[in-house]
């Protein structure tokens, strides 16, 4: 079965901080990296993503970084803001037509 | 305005009774998705469905049933078999087979009384 780790499971840092939130997966089989952010009482919508093509990618203050031989990748938020504060979901893709695994997820606060 | 609509928000259950939560989404998406969303627990799949008419079991569909009778709908109900019914669902979609991205809709919260 493919396994998902997401870490830490909480975590809170100062307003213009940078978070990490890392995910580590075991099957190889996977061929999208996608990070999903969940506001209190929503559904979850995509952040962003990146194929394993390429190490890294930004798109504003988000950067995910990837390792392919560590079998990782991580999300970085850039200058942190109170209005970051939500639950931060790692959701790799498996090759085919398979679902998203989902990590259990990393609940963020930012603090002014 | 395209998008996912999930009704309702809010649903009490009673013991033994089943209840069915609602999904639409006017995305014109092939496939379609029911999460289950426990506090520290993230998101577990309980069914999903690839085309019209055709579904297939998650990782916890012990409980709960669906149908897919039109593109655009995908109802779950959860039967009284389900005995820890108490959640967050959500409902999904995304545009093809491949399932990429998920568009997600707002959530219904079912609380039993």
């Known amino acids: 079965q493919q396994q998902v780790k997401q870490s830490p499971q909480s975590l809170i840092v100062q307003k213009g901080g940078i978070p990490i939130i890392n995910c580590a997966y075991e099957n190889t089989a996977f061929d999208y990296f996608p990070w999903y952010q969940q506001f209190p009482g929503k559904g979850p919508a995509l952040l962003i993503a990146i194929r394993p093509d390429v190490s890294e990618k930004k798109e504003g203050r988000f950067t995910i970084s990837f390792n392919k031989s560590a079998k990782q990748f991580s999300l970085h938020i850039m200058d942190s803001q109170p209005g970051d504060s939500a639950t931060y979901f790692c959701?790799?893709?498996?090759?085919?037509?398979?679902?998203?695994?989902f990590g259990k997820g990393t609940r963020l606060s930012v603090i002014a | 305005d395209g998008g996912i609509t999930q009704s309702p928000k809010y649903l009490f259950r009673k013991e033994g009774q089943n209840v069915t939560l609602s999904c639409e989404q006017n995305l014109n998406h092939d496939a379609m998705y029911w999460y289950r969303q426990d506090p520290g627990q993230g998101l577990r799949l309980i069914y999903y469905s690839q085309i019209v008419n055709d579904f297939q079991k998650g990782d916890i569909a012990e409980g709960y049933s669906v149908s897919r009778e039109k593109k655009e709908s995908f109802p779950l109900t959860v039967t009284s078999a389900q005995k820890n019914p108490t959640a967050f669902y959500l409902c999904?979609?995304?545009?093809?087979?491949?399932?990429?991205?998920?568009?997600f809709g707002p959530g219904t919260r079912l609380l039993v009384l």
């Open positions: 999904a979609s995304s545009i093809s087979r491949s399932q990429e991205t998920q568009y």
């Open positions: 959701a790799p893709h498996p090759s085919g037509n398979t679902p998203l695994v």
